[in-house]
């Protein structure tokens, strides 16, 4: 009968478990399954009865949070979606004698954030036997007990529950005493002893019996404990309590040796019979741990930590006991009160890190869970983030919170951040904590590189080495690795029709400009490059600086000497009036230096002169003049060797011979072109000059003589021929038509050539030279065509003279060659 009874309990709680299985309420979820059970054991398939994708767990991140602090009992398998148990569970440990004892989880997915609540009832089995508080179970009894007298006994006590509890008890056979069960309202069984014959102190003084307590689990588990009956004298009243039930609330911080609540029970009877002891017969291992009770006084005393979290409610039952054995019981419950005594715990459930900086405003980076152990208000939680940090805390789900972007972020401004987060609970007074979470923002290639300077100059002198350093520039791009690395290259361009790079070169990694060529200053004087500096971000960024370089002159170069020029093996001649008076313009050395500056300050100087003492010329005019009146007794052909320097450092220089007939008429004049000026044959040349001057010296007296007369016949100047001077254009380049003051071809020099006609081997070229310091400004020599013609209507060539009218002091200079 009670075998059928049992199967009848097991199929009622088979067919609970499989309505739990099946259970799931608005998204929760409910399974029922026994104690014990091995890790690995399913419990259910949370993704089948949830209607999940079994292939998204885990991109979803789907997982289990239980209660903070609480072992993690089970677990979601993410391949198959099957719960399984991830550690032993002991019904007992975890719920004591509760008769339901249940398991909350939280199952957490994301993308989105999703909560589903998951209850495990926890089945119990019989795993645990029946105990007695004590091994041997003290009566006494008076020998003069009436027959059918009963004497409760201790109990046994079974931390399972149910049907696994203890449902019956067993003694030893004997002839005085038989056992009776009996049933108490919560359910649970105890024993009384029944007199079944009277005792007799003097047969027998004492009983050993061996009572059993049984179970009613499935195998059955029994336990034992020795009944020591003392037969005593007549004892006929048993202690009473004043209460039945003690009930008191002690709040969880209450302090050791506290007072909670005290027992009283009194005995009708006197003397040994009547004095009461106390003694705990059930109480939770946790309740020892906690309180203890005062044999004589009926005190019971904190003698431990109380926390309202662990355990809420302590129940406890107290024997009061006389002299002689007669017991009575009392239960005690003890409330434990809640109390602010735990502050908020936050946790990082997921974070993104690193976060992109160009992620939107409002992006979601993490989520943050908030658990309060405390109970009503002292459990309530707000949860916030400190000023200063573009980040904020969106409530989501029950105790969960999003943690969001609040503004645009930027890497190059703050790289990384420590986000408090705190969280104040609303007890009294309330309790706080903070979790600070590290950031960082992870860099994207926003900005392109930045040159130093919005432009770079470098000056360099000519004549440089190849591969000589330039210049250096500098470019700073603020983003992170590879964003942030700076490559420099030249853009492509031209410099005098030539490619830039055959010029310059930048070095990719430093950015110094170096020069592949050597400069030539006379070539040009400055160019520019532009540079670009790119990044190696993707897409690369970029951006340019133009580099003007400017090339300072060297004196490399000696001066050129235009005038008087060499061509090849002939000479020039200059021809100097016999009348020519101290000052008088001869010629004029012109020089120009392809050098700049104070390189191309040219100076004159006579190394070498026939006559020394006759000729002076202009330090920086590079003017030919006379020092003395010319003489008779001076040579007829004068040579000057004139030296041309420039001011650099070293200085170069020039030189050039510079050759000088004095004569008024061209029948005085040699055969020039058969004048030798080598220095080996000079006697020899003057030999020759002597001779031809000689024979000619008639001759060109006599013309003079005329041409005296006819002037002063006419009143003209007495002086026709002050100077002479022959400089041809074609001696003139045209890039020297008008040199700067640090040459010596100078504006206020005007230069008219005339050609001459019928010359036998030469040409007359008359040259007007307007200089203030050889006439006043008001005298003006004026002279037609006819005046011309008729002083020279002798001569075997006819001469073209041009004429520039009201021009203050012309001078008409002869050229021969």
């Excluded at 330090?619 to 004139?642: A, F, W």
Aim: aromatic share 8%; hydrophobic share 35%.
């Amino acid at each position: 009968m009670a075998h059928n009874r049992y199967s009848a309990v097991g199929l009622l709680y088979s067919f609970a478990f499989f309505l739990r299985l099946i259970l799931v309420v608005n998204g929760d979820l409910s399974y029922s399954f026994p104690e014990e059970t091995k890790q690995g054991f399913v419990i259910g398939n949370i993704a089948k009865d949830l209607g999940l994708n079994v292939g998204k767990l885990s991109a979803r991140k789907a997982r289990i949070d239980s209660e903070p602090k609480r072992k993690r009992y089970c677990d979601i398998n993410l391949n198959t979606g099957d719960l399984i148990v991830a550690e032993r569970i002991d019904r007992e440990a975890l719920c004591g004698e509760k008769t339901s004892c249940v398991l909350k989880f939280d199952l957490i997915l994301e993308a989105p954030l999703e909560l589903h609540r998951i209850s495990l009832q926890i089945r119990d089995i019989n795993d645990n036997p029946p105990v007695f508080t004590k091994d041997e179970i003290k009566i006494e009894i008076n020998e003069f007990a009436d027959k059918g007298s009963r004497f409760r006994v201790l109990e046994a006590h079974d931390i399972d529950i149910g049907q696994n509890s203890v449902q019956s008890y067993a003694l030893q056979t004997n002839k005085y005493l038989v056992l009776n069960i009996q049933s108490k309202s919560d359910g649970g069984k105890f024993a009384e002893l029944v007199l079944e014959m009277e005792l007799d102190r003097e047969e027998q003084k004492e009983l050993r019996l061996l009572l059993t307590a049984l179970d009613g689990g499935s195998p059955q588990r029994t336990g034992t404990a020795t009944v020591h009956v003392t037969v005593l004298d007549a004892n006929d009243n048993a202690p009473v309590f004043s209460q039945a039930v003690y009930e008191t609330t002690l709040p969880e911080n209450s302090p050791l040796d506290t007072i909670v609540v005290l027992v009283a029970a009194t005995d009708a009877d006197e003397g040994l019979n009547g004095e009461v002891t106390y003694e705990l017969s059930r109480i939770s291992e946790s309740g020892r741990r906690a309180f203890a009770l005062n044999h004589t006084s009926g005190e019971i005393k904190v003698i431990g930590p109380l926390d309202f979290e662990e355990e809420s409610t302590y129940e406890m039952r107290v024997d009061a006991k006389d002299g002689y054995g007669l017991t009575s019981e009392s239960r005690v419950i003890i409330q434990v009160s809640d109390v602010n005594d735990n502050s908020p715990e936050i946790y990082l459930n997921s974070l993104n890190n690193p976060i992109p900086e160009n992620v939107s405003p409002g992006t979601e980076v993490g989520i943050i869970n908030v658990q309060d152990r405390d109970s009503e208000n002292s459990g309530q939680v707000r949860c916030f983030i400190q000023q200063g940090a573009p980040f904020k805390l969106v409530p989501s789900i029950k105790n969960y919170y999003s943690l969001v972007t609040t503004g645009q972020l930027d890497r190059e401004l703050v790289s990384d951040y420590n986000i408090t987060i705190k969280a104040t609970d609303e007890g009294s007074p309330p309790l706080s904590s903070s979790k600070t979470v590290q950031l960082s923002v992870a860099d994207i290639n926003d900005n392109p590189p930045v040159f130093e300077g919005q432009s770079y100059s470098a000056y360099v002198s000519e004549n440089n080495k190849p591969g000589s350093t330039l210049c250096s520039v500098t470019a700073r791009d603020p983003d992170w690795r590879q964003n942030g690395t700076v490559i420099y290259s030249l853009l492509p361009g031209e410099v005098n029709g030539a490619p830039v790079s055959s010029y310059v070169s930048v070095n990719g990694d430093t950015g110094v400009i170096h020069a592949v060529r050597s400069f030539d200053y006379e070539q040009f004087r400055s160019f520019k490059v532009h540079v670009m500096a790119r990044d190696n971000g993707s897409p690369p960024l970029s951006s340019n600086v133009t580099v003007s370089l400017f090339i300072s002159d060297v004196n490399d170069n000696s001066p050129q000497i235009l005038y008087p020029a060499a061509e090849g093996n002939s000479f020039m001649t200059e021809l100097i009036p016999k009348a020519a008076h101290g000052g008088s313009l001869v010629s004029k050395v012109i020089a120009v230096d392809a050098d700049s500056g104070q390189n191309a300050w040219l100076s004159y100087h006579i190394v070498k002169s026939t006559d020394p003492g006759l000729f002076t010329i202009g330090v920086h005019s590079g003017e030919i003049r006379t020092q003395r009146d010319i003489s008779e007794s001076d040579n007829m052909k004068q040579n000057l060797i004139v030296s041309v320097k420039d001011n650099g450092q070293p200085s170069l220089s020039a030189t050039c011979s510079m050759y000088l007939l004095i004569s008024d008429n061209l029948a005085e004049v040699p055969e020039l072109k058969d004048i030798s000026y080598d220095e080996k044959n000079s006697k020899l040349t003057s030999y020759l000059i002597i001779a031809l001057v000689s024979v000619s010296t008639f001759f060109l007296t006599f013309i003079i003589i005329i041409l005296g007369v006819r002037f002063c016949r006419r009143r003209k100047p007495r002086l026709l021929f002050d100077g002479a001077v022959a400089i041809p254009s074609a001696y003139l380049p045209p890039n020297y038509a008008d040199v700067d003051p640090t040459g010596t071809l100078r504006s206020t020099y005007n230069y008219d050539a005339y050609l001459t006609t019928g010359s036998r081997t030469s040409d007359f070229k008359f040259v007007s030279s307007y200089n203030d310091n050889t006439l006043p400004a008001d005298q003006t020599l004026r002279k037609s065509p006819s005046d011309f013609v008729d002083s020279f209507e002798d001569l075997e060539a006819s001469v073209e003279v041009g004429i520039v009218e009201n021009t203050p002091n012309r001078y008409h200079f002869l050229r021969v060659c």
